[in-house]
């Protein structure tokens, strides 16, 4: 089988300039990064801000095997056919965390003949944004020791530090360890840990922040810890956020490259869904909707993660409104969700997948109804589908309000999209989206979490200790209660327990810790046990097959 490296490395790539002046964008506002990437001038995108917006479509999905199901390759496919039926579409993606580059997942640039190019570029340091959020991450991070060793003017508790630093690995060894040993000169011991780069809160700004100035400003409200009488320390507090927002200066311009078919696709930002917002940047995303009439952008993980926060969190400070809703689906997590181990995915099992529609059937419900977008279901096709499981999907889902549409893009490039595409098109033509949040920015924090997790998830009802209830009683105290909820969960069920597939209903949300983004403008609620800011590598890493051969060229990489 031809491997997506071996697909991407025969593309006929045009230099990105070329690229870019299809969609007006001149030249002297794009820094290349080579022939194949360049970052447009936040200069350029002020002068946009009066034309009309494009439509905006959302890809998402419903809850994904460990594989995913495609919402990266679907955006691009979708992307490309709607440029080859005529439209002046572009889409905009995330950059990989090279976590799961070479742990588990593998990369994040689509997949057979739908994905963004140069591949292995985006897949390992790009431009070097996320290497910058990590540095402008662990900048703080130094100067907040740094500041306890030299005095500690501010009082910092060093037992009330909530800082962390950060690597764009996935390093289990980080998760808890102590800083500051080996005597005086080392400054004071104290227990501390690594997350991973794009669970930062840094990353979060950068993805929220409307320009240089909007991230400056973040970045200084940043709430790096508390004092003995527990008051707020801030960024600002510690002059960190000028130096931080100079490591960024660069990085925080979008990076343009383009797909297979050489259009052109805005890479930007990359925080994961299931820890993070889990949505590309709202500076790509802004500059798209002026320069293209359609924008098709995915929120990672399943509708429930990355949808509800694009909704919740992204849209309503960046006055997003998507036209419609694209909810991918693959018969094998659909088989998943009815009970079939990943092991035996690729054998026909009706039974199973008629019983594991019910996922699907309340992400559906949830576009619909709680998101308030029209909503198309896209079966990303793989090689091992059956006809009569296809059969069996559309006619189960004929009855639940949204059209079904088999997408070939993965095997067939665009031309498998265009079905999709036209679908897409006709939604957005003929049914107007009511789009809605799902909770109102005055309801209280724990309303805020009831909200999500009864309506989308199907619990009954949420709950937490007194420490946790105390902490969002402080939250609210402290003038934090209008903030949106950033829920981190497991991606692989609708309820905190990743082995309770499907469509669970009557269970309950725990939510084990509560942490203040205040730079982000969000409180994180960590649910269950089965999420962590600092994933481990898996006994066979991906790592284990990429290599570089003779010529320099990267090999390995999927
Ligand atoms: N139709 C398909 N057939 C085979 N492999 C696919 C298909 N769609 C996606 N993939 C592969 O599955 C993995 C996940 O796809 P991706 O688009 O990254 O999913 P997501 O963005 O939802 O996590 C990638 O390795 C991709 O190449
Ligand atoms: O944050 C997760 O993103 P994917 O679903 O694209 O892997
Ligand atoms: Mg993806």
New binding site residues.
């Given amino acids: 089988m031809t491997t997506?490296i071996a697909i991407a490395q025969r593309a006929k790539m045009l230099r990105i300039g070329q690229v870019a002046q299809r969609f007006d964008i001149d030249e002297e506002y794009m820094e290349p990064y080579g022939y194949y990437k360049a970052k447009i001038s936040l200069e350029f995108l002020e002068t946009l801000k009066d034309r009309p917006n494009g439509k905006l479509i959302l890809v998402t999905?419903i809850n994904?095997t460990p594989?995913?199901?495609?919402?990266?390759?679907?955006t691009i496919g979708l992307g490309d056919a709607l440029n080859r039926i005529g439209k002046k579409s572009m889409i905009c993606l995330r950059e990989p965390s090279m976590g799961p580059v070479f742990g588990m997942?593998?990369?994040?640039a689509?997949?057979?003949y739908?994905q963004v190019v140069p591949m292995e570029d985006i897949n390992l340091h790009f431009t070097g944004d996320i290497s910058a959020v990590s540095l402008a991450n662990n900048l703080l991070a130094a100067l907040i020791d740094n500041h306890i060793h030299h005095g500690n003017e501010l009082g910092i508790d060093a037992r009330r530090i909530v800082w962390k630093r950060v690597v764009d690995m996935n390093d289990r060894a980080l998760r808890d360890v102590t800083v500051g040993l080996g005597g005086p000169g080392n400054g004071f011991p104290r227990s501390d840990g690594f997350d991973i780069a794009v669970a930062s809160e840094v990353m979060a700004i950068f993805c929220l922040a409307t320009g240089l100035e909007d991230l400056k400003d973040r970045l200084g409200r940043i709430v790096i810890g508390y004092t003995r009488d527990l008051r707020p320390v801030l960024a600002s507090d510690l002059k960190a956020h000028g130096a931080m927002a100079a490591l960024l200066k660069d990085a925080i311009k979008p990076n343009m490259v383009q797909t297979l078919e050489n259009n052109p696709a805005f890479i930007h930002g990359g925080p994961f869904a299931n820890i993070a917002t889990g949505t590309n940047s709202v500076i790509a995303t802004s500059a798209a909707l002026k320069l293209s009439d359609y924008v098709v952008t995915?929120a990672?993980?399943g509708a429930d993660l990355g949808a509800e926060k694009f909704v919740d969190i992204v849209c309503r400070k960046s006055g997003f409104k998507p036209d419609c809703a694209v909810v991918?689906a693959?018969v094998r997590a659909l088989k998943y969700h009815g009970g079939v181990e990943l092991p035996d995915l690729n054998q026909e099992n009706l039974s199973a997948l008629e019983k594991g529609i019910a996922n699907l059937e309340r992400h559906v419900n949830n576009i619909r109804n709680h998101y308030g977008l029209p909503c198309i279901v896209a079966i990303?096709?793989?090689?091992l589908d059956t006809d009569a499981e296809i059969k069996l999907l559309q006619d189960k889902m004929a009855t639940q309000g949204a059209p079904v549409v088999v997408s070939r893009?993965?095997?067939e490039g665009g031309k498998g999209g265009e079905e999709l595409a036209h679908a897409v098109i006709n939604m957005v033509e003929t049914t107007p989206s009511n789009f809605k949040f799902v909770y109102e920015e005055n309801d209280s924090l724990w309303n805020k979490m009831t909200a999500i997790a009864t309506k989308l998830y199907g619990a009954r009802d949420i709950m937490a200790d007194s420490r946790v209830r105390a902490q969002i009683r402080k939250l609210e105290d402290d003038g934090y209660g209008s903030y949106p909820i950033c829920v981190a969960k497991t991606q692989y069920s609708f309820s905190t327990d990743p082995a309770l597939r499907g469509a669970p209903t009557g269970h309950s949300v725990a939510i084990r810790d509560v942490q203040l983004a205040a730079g982000a403008e969000f409180i994180v609620m960590v649910c269950g046990d089965a999420i962590m800011t600092m994933p481990g590598l898996p006994r066979v890493p991906s790592s284990n097959m990429i290599d570089v051969d003779s010529e320099g060229r990267i090999v390995g990489l999927?």
């Fill in positions: 997506d999905a994904p594989a995913g199901e495609g919402k990266t390759t679907t997942k593998g990369g994040a689509g997949g057979g739908a995915e990672g993980f991918v693959t990303n096709h793989f090689t893009h993965w095997a999927f």
